[in-house]
Antibody, heavy 127, light 113 residues
Framework: EVQLVESGGGLVEPGGSLRLSCAASGFTFSVTWMSWVRQAPGKGLEWVGRMKSNPSGATADYGAPVKGRFTISRDDSKNTLYLQMNSLKVEDTAVYYC??????????????????WGQGTLVTVSS | DIVMTQSPDSLAVSLGERATINCKSSQSVLYSSNSKNNLAWFQQKPGQPPKLLIYWASTRESGVPDRFSGSGSGTDFTLTISSLQAEDVAVYYCQQYYSTPQTFGQGTKLEIK
């Protein structure tokens, strides 16, 4: 059974940093592309970014609101995805979901289809 | 960026009746190499993460009841629930995964009339 468990959320002041983790199990993490999606309280879904697997180059793409402030990384030895968030703003307040990306035959050409989702972790940016 | 626009924003339907949600993309999401539309539908119930219902505009994900169906091509898409059940109360989102950044519609809240 696929499981994605996010952790690391909490309250942080504007300008601060936080690192989220996503522990994965039930599938071959090392060959799976992964992504982060966020949802502000009572609002819709917003793509944060996506990271390719190491065999695919391990590069990441980001949405415009977080580019230059957030960094996605992965540790395949620990089956864990990370989201390093710096220079946090009030508008970054949201539940952050970790997702797998669907197999290439479904998600080509861009590899962006979010497949399995974790339960999410809440990040609150406030003074 | 491809903008996804859903209609209506909210919808109230009687149990057993048909529910229809529309989604329009600002540009085509048809991938010519495989003739598939890179359009997905998600269901989000209160307090839960979104769940993938449909991909390629009309292919149901494994385990999704057949009362859920998707249609459309190019820029105009529809999610239909043929006979609304109480457990279908949720917010529904369309998503384009054709190009970066991946984008979602604003969501349609479905309730029981």
């Amino acid at each position: 059974e696929v499981q994605l468990v996010e952790s690391g959320g909490g309250l942080v002041e504007p300008g601060g940093s936080l690192r989220l983790s996503c522990a994965a199990s039930g599938f071959t993490f090392s060959v799976t592309w992964m992504s982060w999606v966020r949802q502000a309280p009572g609002k819709g879904l917003e793509w944060v970014g996506r990271m390719k697997s190491n065999p695919s180059g391990a590069t990441a793409d980001y949405g415009a609101p977080v580019k230059g402030r957030f960094t996605i990384s992965r540790d395949d030895s620990k089956n864990t995805l990370y989201l390093q968030m710096n220079s946090l703003k009030v508008e970054d307040t949201a539940v952050y979901y970790c997702t797998t990306i669907a197999p290439w035959e479904i998600s080509q050409p861009a590899g962006l289809l979010t497949y399995f989702w974790g339960q999410g972790t809440l990040v609150t940016v406030s003074s | 960026d491809i903008v996804m626009t859903q209609s209506p924003d909210s919808l109230a339907v009687s149990l057993g009746e048909r529910a229809t949600i529309n989604c329009k993309s600002s540009q085509s999401v048809l991938y010519s190499s495989n003739s598939k539309n890179n359009l997905a539908w998600f269901q989000q119930k209160p307090g839960q993460p979104p769940k993938l219902l449909i991909y390629w505009a009309s292919t149901r994900e494994s385990g999704v009841p057949d009362r859920f169906s998707g249609s459309g091509s190019g820029t105009d898409f529809t999610l239909t629930i043929s006979s609304l059940q109480a457990e279908d109360v949720a917010v529904y989102y369309c998503q384009q995964y054709y190009s970066t950044p991946q984008t979602f519609g604003q969501g349609t809240k479905l309730e029981i009339k």
